[in-house]
């Protein structure tokens, strides 16, 4: 279901007037020095530029506090760039 959702999101972006930048997120996973992390992933681009951008933030499930059962999510380290995309709005036009 994600991977669907996913694809109908990077669909429906498209070149149009008005229209600079786009970005959209979604959770996943990143591998980084051999470990698999929950990550939240950003794809980014922008209709002056034939590249976008592949971000990741980490996180990893803590308890809330000593006598709470709840987990709450807590980002780990800095951002992360995972590659880069074709842009979306690029259409070969600065």
């Known amino acids: 279901f994600l991977e669907e959702s996913l694809q ?4 429906s972006i498209v070149p149009g007037p008005g229209i600079a930048r786009y970005a959209i997120a979604w959770d ?5 020095e051999g470990r698999k992390w929950d ?7 922008d209709a002056s530029a034939p590249d976008g951008m592949l971000l990741a933030q980490r996180y990893e499930a803590k ?3 000593f006598f709470s059962k709840k987990r709450r999510n807590v ?3 800095n951002p992360l760039a995972v590659g880069s ?6 259409t070969g036009n600065p």
């Open 39 to 45: 990550a939240i992933l950003v794809e980014a681009g």
């Open 63 to 65: 308890e809330a506090g």
């Open 85 to 90: 995309t074709p842009s979306r709005l690029w």
């Open 75 to 77: 980002g780990v380290g």
């Open 28 to 32: 996943g996973y990143v591998t980084v």
């Open 8 to 11: 109908q999101a990077q669909g």
